[in-house]
């Protein structure tokens, strides 16, 4: 059965601070790791990671797969209260996404 | 670019009645779309896929005569709740994906919240 870890569950940090969310997966026939947020409506693409190793960065935010170990992180440096968010990590298995239950991230003043 | 506009974003109504919820690409062409449900606090979970111009395939345990996926043209796919029951309460979200491969990302809408009194 195809599942989709993320840890942490939620963390509270301060602004400025930098944070690391995981993402582990185990999927079938797995094509790429997709990044979203999501703030109170529908989720937001962040990043489509197909390979291993090569970082993938947009301004403050970037990510990286490890496809031996099933694996992928998503840093956030020099955190805002817009960052504030839940961060949802997908696997696409067969053109399908399977998503983790989340990230709740929330950056205080 | 990328935009995907859902629509009605709240509804709410009586029991027994069906709703239609509509799902546009508006900057480009989605060969396929997508059909989420979301309760509170827990993550999406598809429902079913739809192509432009056949039927859909829906995930297991989605009963597909409760839940009618239209999907008439490259731009539009609809989602019609039948007979929508309390239990159909939840937050629907659509997503399109341009082109045959899944080498491109999935673009979500805004999403439709459903209240069944």
């Known amino acids: 059965e195809d599942k989709v870890v993320q840890s942490p569950l939620s963390l509270v940090v301060h602004e400025g601070d930098t944070v690391t969310l995981n993402c582990s997966y185990e999927?079938?026939?797995?094509?790429?790791l997709l990044w979203y947020k999501q703030e109170k409506k529908a989720p937001t693409f962040l990043f489509m990671l197909?390979?291993?190793?090569i970082e993938k960065k947009s301004g403050r935010l970037s990510s990286i797969l490890d496809k031996k170990e099933l694996f992928s992180i998503l840093n956030i440096t020099a955190t805002q209260t817009g960052d504030s968010a839940v961060y949802l990590c997908?696997?696409?298995?067969?053109?399908?996404?399977?998503f983790g239950a989340g990230t709740q991230v929330v950056v205080t003043p | 670019g990328a935009v995907v506009s859902q629509h009605p974003s709240w509804v709410i109504c009586k029991s027994g009645t069906s709703v239609k919820i509509e799902c546009r690409s508006l900057?480009?062409?989605?060969?396929?779309m997508f059909w989420y449900r979301q309760f509170p606090k827990q993550s999406l979970m598809l429902m079913a896929t739809?192509?432009?111009?056949?039927?859909?395939?829906?995930e297991q345990g989605v009963e597909k005569d409760k839940f009618l996926i239209n999907h008439a043209s490259l731009t539009l796919s609809t989602l019609t709740v039948t007979s929508a029951h309390p239990e159909d309460s939840s937050f629907y979200i659509c997503?399109?994906?341009?082109?045959?491969?899944?080498?491109?990302?999935?673009?979500f809408g805004d999403g439709t919240r459903l209240s069944i009194l």
């Open positions: 900057d480009f062409q989605a060969t396929t």
């Open positions: 997503s399109a994906r341009g082109g045959p491969d899944s080498n491109q990302p999935q673009h």
């Open positions: 999927v079938t026939n797995f094509r790429s």
């Open positions: 739809s192509n432009e111009g056949s039927k859909a395939t829906y």
């Open positions: 197909t390979s291993s190793g």
């Open positions: 997908a696997g696409d298995s067969w053109g399908k996404l399977q």
